[in-house]
């Protein structure tokens, strides 16, 4: 992870491990929300962008990572969650906007991310996945901005079925607020940034704030952060979640899949 901040005051943070698909664990996360607060608490930036290299914008959990929660007792898979939902909460109460700049795929927590920024652009190819419940698991720690951003009823859907769904549908349904080819990204992105910068500091800081305010969001309530951090500690350490992290791990079917 690097962050780049431009002359006019705007920072870039770019998730660059490619590699594994920009998938974080523990370290990163928390790498993330110091410099998230960083940038929250530096009077010279103006704009926030969260953007990816490689094929993949995130595809959620690292699978180290996993495999060291599934060795957690609930006490710690609870701590390990409740890092996740600060760092979700840091980006989501930014100051600043923030831009989501959405290059490939996102997975998971990887949508988390894309549903706590302000505003996201996606490449047409870009695919998106609420794939937890596939084992045993459940995006409770990002759920609060997710259903925030598509609303319950499509909530409902992708995080039952876990299907895979195209950019073009998370445009429809309020994921991303537009769609552009790969090779248009970076000038959508100049063109937002330039119409933001002609909003005063602020007053775009307050219209994030008369928006919280009006709508009294769920992700605004620290009680809502402990609780979704206790939801998803609960399904990681119960015999499911076990059994889902292990399928996973050793690539086979979970007990609960009949042919």
């Known amino acids: 992870m690097i962050t780049e901040i431009s002359g006019r005051g705007v920072a870039t943070i770019t998730m660059r491990k490619p590699e594994i698909h ?134 409902t859907r992708y995080m039952m079925t876990a299907e895979r769904f195209s950019a073009d549908e998370a445009y429809r349904i309020g994921l991303v607020h537009e769609v552009v080819e790969a090779d248009q990204l970076a000038a959508r992105r100049d063109e937002i940034v330039d119409n933001l910068l002609k909003g005063g500091p602020k007053a775009l800081s307050e219209v994030k704030n008369l928006i919280s305010y009006i709508t009294r969001s769920a992700t605004q309530d620290e009680k809502v952060v402990r609780d979704t951090a206790g939801h998803i500690a609960r399904m990681r350490a119960s015999e499911e979640g076990q059994e889902g992290l292990s399928a996973f791990l050793e690539k086979r079917k979970a007990k609960w899949i009949r042919d």
């Open 22 to 155: 920009n998938a974080f664990d523990d370290v990163l996360i928390e790498r993330l929300r110091r410099e998230l607060q960083g940038l929250n608490n530096d009077p010279a930036v103006r704009i926030v962008i969260l953007a990816a290299e490689g094929k993949s914008f995130s595809a959620g959990g690292d699978l180290n990572w996993m495999k060291r929660m599934a060795e957690y007792d609930r006490a710690a898979n609870l701590e390990d969650a409740k890092n996740l939902g600060k760092m979700m909460a840091q980006l989501y109460r930014m100051r600043q906007p923030t831009i989501a700049l959405v290059q490939g795929n996102a997975y998971g927590g990887g949508v988390g991310l894309v549903a706590a920024c302000d505003i996201a652009i996606a490449a047409k190819e870009a695919c998106f996945c609420l794939s937890e419940v596939r084992i045993g698991l459940i995006p409770a720690v990002i759920g609060p901005y997710v259903v925030h951003a598509i609303g319950e009823r499509q909530s």
